[in-house]
């Protein structure tokens, strides 16, 4: 049996597919907008990006008064696009490097505003998200805001493997899947899917991971999902996900 294609190469292989300038991904709609409404007013904010992939996100923030964004990503080739595309519209306050985000540890500053970790932590495991959240919370100035999303713990369970969005549990049930990489495909508007992994992880083990990490203070929590004004905009790409939980958004201050 073959071994499956390491995070890195499935990244590397299809960035040109990612690299956009508008919306265009499924989750570029159900859950990027809402990141940036989770940060609120970043005017002159320094914002470390972790997963950054080809930088969408952090074009986003920059185009928002972001101060800085310095991205880390594993793709050699995502990290490329992002570069790219930061030049193309002349964002000189963007920098991006190549790196493991449980290993990478040459940051240009010891201090964060904010980070987020937009679709980061579906792809390491729980010892590893720990380990990640931890240097974030050593990253981030006091009162710092740290926002991550990740697929909706439950959606592989309850949506059938069908476009536009879904998970391949192999049979693992909610509890035994723990820690298990679950396979998957997200589609853009233009009809192209995108592989995803989901490393399953159960809701209790985001809070024990931010607990461990040190964070003081209680998540806020939100559910994402296709809305009405969704459906208006595309009917047929988006009422296929009406009714399911398709990912959660965490946020959590520092206090110290």
């Given at each position: 049996m073959s071994q499956p294609l390491s995070t890195e190469t499935i990244y590397n292989k299809q960035a040109a597919s990612w690299s956009r300038s508008e919306k265009i991904l499924l989750s570029d709609f159900t859950a990027r907008p809402r990141v940036i409404e989770a940060l609120g007013d970043i005017s002159g904010a320094n914002v470390l990006d972790l997963g950054c992939g080809e930088g969408y996100v952090s074009r986003m923030l920059l185009n928002r008064s972001a101060g800085s964004v310095f991205g880390v990503d594993a793709s050699s080739e995502m990290i490329t696009q992002a570069k790219k595309s930061?030049?193309?519209?002349?964002?000189?306050?963007?920098?991006?490097?190549?790196?493991?985000?449980?290993?990478?540890?040459?940051?240009?500053?010891?201090?964060?505003?904010?980070?987020?970790?937009v679709f980061l932590f579906n792809y390491l495991k729980i010892e590893e998200m720990t380990e990640v959240?931890?240097?974030?919370?050593?990253?981030?100035?006091?009162?710092?805001?740290?926002?991550?999303?990740?697929?909706?713990?439950?959606?592989p369970f309850m949506k059938e493997e069908a476009p536009p969005f879904y998970f391949e549990h192999d049979g693992k049930s909610y509890l035994d899947g723990i820690d298990q990489t679950f396979e998957g495909e997200i589609w853009r508007r233009d009809g192209v899917p995108v592989s995803v992994r989901c490393v399953h992880k159960t809701f209790s083990h985001y809070f024990d991971a931010l607990k461990l990490a040190g964070f003081q203070s209680l998540p806020e929590v939100k559910e994402l999902s296709v809305t009405k004004e969704h459906l208006k905009l595309d009917p047929d790409f988006f009422a296929p996900l009406e009714g399911y939980p398709l990912h959660v958004l965490f946020k959590v201050q520092t206090n110290d």
């Amino acid at each position: 049996m073959s071994q499956p294609l390491s995070t890195e190469t499935i990244y590397n292989k299809q960035a040109a597919s990612w690299s956009r300038s508008e919306k265009i991904l499924l989750s570029d709609f159900t859950a990027r907008p809402r990141v940036i409404e989770a940060l609120g007013d970043i005017s002159g904010a320094n914002v470390l990006d972790l997963g950054c992939g080809e930088g969408y996100v952090s074009r986003m923030l920059l185009n928002r008064s972001a101060g800085s964004v310095f991205g880390v990503d594993a793709s050699s080739e995502m990290i490329t696009q992002a570069k790219k595309s930061a030049a193309k519209e002349k964002l000189p306050n963007s920098h991006y490097a190549v790196g493991n985000a449980v290993t990478y540890t040459d940051f240009p500053t010891t201090k964060f505003d904010h980070a987020i970790a937009v679709f980061l932590f579906n792809y390491l495991k729980i010892e590893e998200m720990t380990e990640v959240m931890a240097k974030v919370k050593n990253l981030l100035k006091a009162g710092g805001a740290f926002i991550f999303t990740v697929p909706h713990p439950c959606l592989p369970f309850m949506k059938e493997e069908a476009p536009p969005f879904y998970f391949e549990h192999d049979g693992k049930s909610y509890l035994d899947g723990i820690d298990q990489t679950f396979e998957g495909e997200i589609w853009r508007r233009d009809g192209v899917p995108v592989s995803v992994r989901c490393v399953h992880k159960t809701f209790s083990h985001y809070f024990d991971a931010l607990k461990l990490a040190g964070f003081q203070s209680l998540p806020e929590v939100k559910e994402l999902s296709v809305t009405k004004e969704h459906l208006k905009l595309d009917p047929d790409f988006f009422a296929p996900l009406e009714g399911y939980p398709l990912h959660v958004l965490f946020k959590v201050q520092t206090n110290d």
